[in-house]
């Protein structure tokens, strides 16, 4: 059918979008992902080594999973074989296994390419575990989700993760001058509307390239943009970030230490700024909930309840009525008593747990169900709170070979005042009743 399209020429006059026609022929020639890609990348070393496993992308739209994917198929000889979990159902990946098993009978390899792996259930991301077992495929999935949550243990487990970064501004200005390169005429657009259209794009190659296309068919012979003239052509606003690559992290690292250091009207400022730069308000909102739990914590329990409100009522009103409500948060959380004791136990709790190993509870505090466990001890010795004197047994329970541990301190400040006294209540009750 194609030779038909072909000797009719309508092959030759199908338009292609400028970023298929930009897409590298060799890994070497990715823009952005030297980590992986560059001569001592992730994925370089992989290749030079002979093996190639199962792997993960995670990363934002437009960094190029789907190309490197296609090119790690190339340069490994494997058959490149693509699906999205979007359109994608058992049936489908019954006929890619059973094909699959049909190019390994007569020794050819396939890599299967799945774009948005994340949307597959449970049910459907096991069923890729024998054929990934038993060499079948070499899975690579692509999600923009992180794995560690939207992925089951055991195909994380099989796979390794390599992350892709967002374009930085000096890739992005590599990827318009191959696309000037290509279409053998420069962008219509003065040095400050390039820089716009470089900021527009917010990371994303893919993105860069259709705004490039847009500008090329607006211009008139001769014309040259502004940045004005830019964001009428496109309709899209450039973020007020600095032309330095760091401006959004520069800001919400402001509004962070604006809120820690206790300045409302400096967190309202750096807030406004980022609204008014276009900022993902849902990015916004989970950094005011982070704030929360790492800098006020539980001085002020219910700052994690105000930050989580706000979220629910601007997903509920919109902008830019919700907007208001990240506003009194931030003021809410800037005017709290703050602690990180929460923080920091946390790590310190971490820390023990990963050096400690997989010690067993104390067997007074594990569930005996069955005459066994009984028989071993479980369960023996104790003492159920609410039947002892004020609520309190003072019995310990940590893993014996561990010992007591001490991670939490809460601080003079706001509601950890009144924990610090039950915590040195209950410390004098343990010591008279022998808990440690």
Known sequence: MSNLFEAAGMERAAPRPLADRLRPERLADVVGQDHLVGPDGALTRMLNSGSLGSMI???????????????????????????????????????????????????????LFVDEIHRFNRAQQDSFLPVMEDGTVTLVGATTENPSFELNAALLSRARVLVFHSHGQESIAKLLDRAEAVEGKPLPLDEEAREALIRMADGDGRASLTLSEEVWRAAKPGEIFDAKGLQEIVQRRAPIYDKGQDGHYNLISALHKSIRGSDPDAALYYLARMFDAGEDPLYLGRRLVRMAVEDIGLADPQALVVASAAKDAYDYLGSPEGELAFAQAAVYLATAPKSNAVYTAFKAAMQAAKQGGSLLPPKHILNAPTKLMKDEGYNAGYRYDHDEPDAFSGQDYFPTALGRQSFYQPVERGFERDIRKRMDYWAKLRKERGGG
């Not at 000889?77 to 699959?100: R, W, Y």
């Open 57 to 111: 992308f995670w990363g934002p739209p437009g960094t190029g999973k789907t190309t490197v994917a296609r090119l790690l198929a190339h340069e490994t000889d494997l058959h490149f074989e693509q699906i999205s979990a979007i359109f994608s159902g058992v049936a489908d990946l019954k006929k890619v296994f059973d094909q699959a098993r049909g190019r390994r009978q007569i020794g050819k390899g396939t890599l």
